[in-house]
């Protein structure tokens, strides 16, 4: 027998081993329960690469009645979630998940193409947020999983090389129906065809809300679709719809003044606009440029406010 105070063999061993001995219990309840056989085991669990959630004991509430669940950095890097009342997912930092949630609404993720989402999935949400990197021309194939949203939330990272694979992953995106917010990171590629683009897709919406993160300018090659004449046309595109108009982060830019004037000559000329400008307090705003642009946009139905 060993003497007391002495180290168990279970602490003994790697953290290797210790995560293929969790692996096998294929349950994040009974891995989690593990911490009690040793301290070096509280936080093993955690780093395992695959964990499927098939239970879940909260006292008091069966799991067919959680309406909401997170899932972090660190949780599982591999998700199946089966959940007959889940109305509000949200999952950062996997490399794959199967959803099956035949009421759900909201959805928060990154890499929606890392989501396989079960036919009992309606086909319209209330609520989509997506973080998305494109860096690549290549990218992996994605169908259209959601045909409409009430509210799509996109946040994307452009790389030099991604234009093509944000342009064709647009083409799967649901329409959206009422609001619209973008947040756009990189200065590779043109701002106003990469909106333009966004909004031929989504021209019913109500509300528009825009931010940028400018970077060290490095221009796309001269061959890139975003310098094509017919990527900054928005032809017949009308916005007849649009009411609310919010650009934070503003500067003041040639292509944000010129994506701006375009945006308004497309909207309702009877409809009453709101336009909101939060400016950036990284970059001094250029105002005599800014108030001339407002003046050459003013009509009866617009209302600007620089904040």
């Not at 004037?261 to 001094?284: D, Q």
């Amino acid at each position: 027998m060993e003497e007391a105070g002495s180290d168990d063999r279970i602490s003994g061993l790697s953290d290797d081993l210790l995560r293929d001995i969790l692996l096998r219990l294929r349950s994040l309840p009974a891995a989690a329960r593990t911490t009690i056989l040793s301290r070096r085991w509280r936080h093993v669990w955690t780093s395992i690469p695959e964990l499927v959630i098939d239970e879940l004991h909260v006292p008091g509430r069966p799991p067919s009645s959680f309406l909401r669940l997170e899932f972090g950095a660190g949780c599982a890097q591999r998700l199946g979630v089966a959940a007959p009342m889940l109305e509000v997912l949200v999952a950062s930092f996997l490399h794959h998940a199967h959803i099956s949630a035949p009421r759900l609404a909201e959805a928060k993720v990154q890499r929606l193409h890392r989501h396989h989402f079960a036919d009992d999935v309606p086909r319209r949400l209330r609520r989509l947020d997506i973080t998305q990197l494109y860096l690549n021309a290549a990218a992996p194939p994605r169908a259209r999983r959601f045909d409409a949203v009430d509210e799509l939330r996109l946040s994307a990272l452009i790389g030099m090389e991604g234009y093509t694979s944000f342009l064709d992953d647009v083409n799967n995106l649901p329409v959206c129906q009422t609001v619209l917010s973008v947040s756009l990171t990189g200065d590779h590629h043109g701002f106003v065809p990469t909106m333009l683009h966004l909004l031929r897709r989504s021209n019913a919406i109500k509300k528009l809300v825009l931010e940028t993160y400018t970077q060290t300018k490095d221009p796309c090659s001269t061959a890139c679709p975003c310098r094509l004449p017919e990527s900054y046309r928005a032809n017949n595109m009308t916005l007849d719809s649009l009411e609310e108009i919010e650009i934070n982060t503003f500067m003041g830019e040639d292509d944000q003044v010129e994506f701006l004037e375009m945006l308004v000559s497309r909207c309702s000329a009877t409809r009453p606009i709101n336009v909101v400008l939060n400016k950036s307090y990284l970059v001094p705003l250029r105002t005599e440029k800014v108030s001339e642009m407002i003046r050459s946009i003013s009509r009866p139905n617009l209302r600007v406010g620089l904040h």
